[in-house]
């Protein structure tokens, strides 16, 4: 007999305070915010349950933040030490099924189809999972486990914080006839208006509006939402293809057109991608410059290389090269830069094929990263970068540049 599809939806509570508070468990029970200090630009990336209980939320300012909540803490946040806890909460799902999807850091799907035997049910399978997250790395999760991707997701959005809930098989339509039409995944701003319009408030009601209506008013999405509300979601679990690219920016407290800062800033990215890039064994042909002027116009310009390299000069004398080619056609002042690298390939480390000055260059990021890892990354720093020294704040693993990024 065929096995009915089951999967899980796993999401970390308050991710990024979470990982504050395992660090330092005096923030534990407290409104604690984490994208930066209320004085600074900028929005809120993370709130506590305790913080959200006085309105506060992922992407409000953090000055509204600090008036609605003046006692809460406000944190500048790290992103690389949330990437790492990510890693291990991955590692950890991954030795439950080879069928994982990871969805930006905290989050993931599971196909556990037949997996109940191994467990006793899959039911205790999610709950093993949750105890170890929380054993292993203090982080609280929630869970839904259902018959598809879309009512799995909205379960476990339902069962937060630290929840666990199963929609059984044949409840799917029950489960969501009450449910707000915003619990769908992409009924936002936009769509919420127009389902009002319509009459139309709950996913149950939504779930009985012919399709063509719906296209009618919402486009393509329409027969997403006709299906979606009545629980018919075909999407497969999907192991992660490899990275197409890797990117780096930051947004400046104040906008700036300082050349000196500028390039010790794109010094500084650059680094950060280069590190990356060889981490992954991976070399690239196409480095994008991305900068952001103060009206917000954002730009990008990229540049293509003769030959595969994975080198931080490399990368950020050709940045450098965009960017000074692009300021001088522009007035304007800087709010954002950023660095990224594309078209990658596997490299196939073959020395002795590399000219004198790669090899150099090589040998030198290696020895670099090998000290970084050691003794994290600023432990050792080029010229051009010390400059970033009386300007950002420094941790274990790197400078905490104004927005996690
Ligand atoms: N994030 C962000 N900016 C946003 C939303 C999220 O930087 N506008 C980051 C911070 C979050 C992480 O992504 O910690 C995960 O996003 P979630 O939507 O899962 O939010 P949380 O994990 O913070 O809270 P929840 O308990 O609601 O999942
Ligand atoms: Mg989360």
Redesign the pocket.
């Known amino acids: 007999m065929a096995n009915c599809v089951r999967i899980i939806h796993i999401?970390?509570?308050?991710?990024?305070?979470?990982v504050e508070q395992v660090e330092n468990p005096e923030l534990k029970g407290k409104p604690v915010v984490?994208?930066g200090r209320p004085e600074r630009r900028g929005?809120?990336?993370?709130?506590s349950?305790e913080a959200r209980r006085y309105g506060l939320h992922?992407?409000m300012p953090l000055a509204t933040a600090s008036r609605l909540c003046p006692q809460a803490i406000f944190i500048e946040?790290n992103l690389t030490k949330?990437r790492q806890a990510s890693q291990k909460f991955i590692a950890i799902l991954a030795d439950f099924s080879p069928f994982l999807e990871p969805v930006?850091?905290?989050?993931a799907y599971l196909d556990v189809t037949g997996f109940e035997s191994l467990h006793g049910s899959i039911f205790k399978m999610a709950s093993t999972i949750k105890q170890q997250v929380k054993d292993e790395l203090g982080l609280s999760a929630?869970v839904g486990i259902a018959s598809s991707k879309v009512v799995a997701k909205i379960a476990s959005?339902l069962a937060?914080?630290d929840g666990l809930l199963e929609v059984a098989l044949g409840k799917e339509r029950s489960f969501l006839k009450p449910l707000s039409v915003s619990k769908l995944p992409g009924v936002g701003k936009k769509t919420d208006p127009k389902l009002k319009n319509l009459g139309i408030d709950t996913i149950g009601k939504l779930s009985l509006m012919p399709p063509d209506v719906l296209k009618s008013r919402c486009g393509a999405f329409g027969e997403v939402l006709h299906r979606f509300s009545n629980g018919i979601d075909n999407r497969k679990v999907e192991p992660p293809r490899e990275a197409k690219s890797i990117s780096r920016e930051t947004t400046f407290a104040e906008n700036t057109r300082q050349q000196s800062f500028l390039e010790a800033t794109l010094r500084y990215l650059s680094e950060r991608v280069g590190s990356e890039l060889r981490q992954q064994s991976k070399q690239t042909r196409c480095v994008t410059l991305k900068l952001r002027y103060a009206d917000f116009n954002t730009i990008t310009r990229h540049h293509s290389l003769k030959k595969e390299i994975n080198s931080d000069q490399t990368i950020f004398l050709t940045g450098l090269k965009l960017l000074k080619s692009t300021l001088s056609q522009q007035k304007q002042t800087v709010r954002l830069l950023g660095i990224g690298v594309s078209s990658l390939t596997k490299s196939g480390r073959q020395l002795h094929m590399l000219d004198s000055e790669s090899a150099r260059l090589e040998r030198l990021d290696r020895a670099i990263d090998h000290i970084r890892n050691k003794y994290g990354f600023t432990s050792i720093q080029t010229g051009r970068m010390l400059r970033l020294k009386d300007i950002f704040l420094e941790n274990e693993s790197g400078y905490m540049l104004g927005v996690?990024n």
């Open positions: 999401d970390l509570d308050a991710f990024f305070v979470s984490v994208g929005v809120i990336a993370t709130a349950y992922a992407g946040g949330y930006g850091l905290d989050e929630s959005e937060k914080p996690p």
